[in-house]
């Protein structure tokens, strides 16, 4: 009768053993951090959720408070575009008061302003005038004359245009001769700001016959205002 090594056999289904045991060890330990990872990849979602549902909550929040002041802003909006306005009207405003004010300085007194028209786009003036003699006319001339630190004014390229006389008197013992005239001139832009020029200038009178400058009688049509 054969011999059987039962003690080979055992052995061999010991280690066959200790090997599913491994094997079912290192399954269980896949398993656990396979599940912990699936745990860990759903608490992570659902807490990205809870922070984005946040946000949109918060953007909602601030949509509605934005709706609730827009009235205020837009209020604000166009206050800011009126205060620009208001700049531009002010920095552009055109004023008479600097130019008549020059004017009533320059002109001599012994000279009557019979009209004056004139306008803002073409800066140019035209002014009738009576006057004793045409002496007065040349110094009227010269005085409004703008001469670089001597006679410093708003105006230049005064003309003098369509010289006439007429006899004025009360009783034949007064008679005396007036003369009219027209003066054509331009004004400087600042003449039209509120800037005062230096008032170190005086005004400039003749007493010779003939004007420091010539008088240029020229005819012209009438400035239309």
């Known amino acids: 009768m054969p011999k059987i090594n039962l003690a080979q056999e055992t052995m061999r289904n010991q280690a066959i053993a200790r090997r599913r045991k ?15 990872v699936y745990l860990s990849s759903i608490l992570l979602t659902k807490n990205e959720e ?20 827009e009235p205020s802003a837009k ?29 009533e300085r320059l002109v ?4 009557s302003i ?20 045409i002496e007065t006319a040349a110094d009227l001339v010269v005085s409004l004359e703008n001469e670089a630190k001597s006679n410093e004014t708003f105006f230049s ?3 003098a245009s369509s010289l006439g006389s007429t006899s004025s008197s009360n009783s034949t013992l007064n008679a005396s001769t007036i003369f009219a005239t027209k003066l054509k001139f331009t004004v400087k832009p600042e003449g039209f700001l509120d800037k005062n020029i230096s008032t170190s ?10 004007p420091a400058s010539p008088v240029v009688v020229t005819p012209v049509n009438p400035l239309i205002p």
């Open 201 to 210: 200038t005086e005004v400039i009178t003749s007493n010779s016959p003939a």
């Open 108 to 111: 001599l007194p012994t000279v």
């Open 22 to 36: 491994v094997v079912y060890f290192f399954s269980v330990v896949v398993l656990v951090i396979v599940g912990a």
């Open 157 to 159: 390229n005064v003309i």
């Open 75 to 103: 209020q604000i909006k166009a206050f800011s575009v009126r205060l620009v306005n208001v700049e531009g009207l002010l920095k552009n405003h055109t004023r008479w008061s600097t130019t008549l004010g020059e004017l």
């Open 114 to 133: 019979l009209g004056l028209s004139g306008g803002t786009d073409s800066k140019e003036i035209s002014m009738d005038i009576q006057l004793p003699s």
């Open 50 to 69: 809870g922070k984005l549902a946040e946000v949109n909550l918060r953007i909602k929040s601030l949509e509605q408070e934005l709706k609730s002041r």
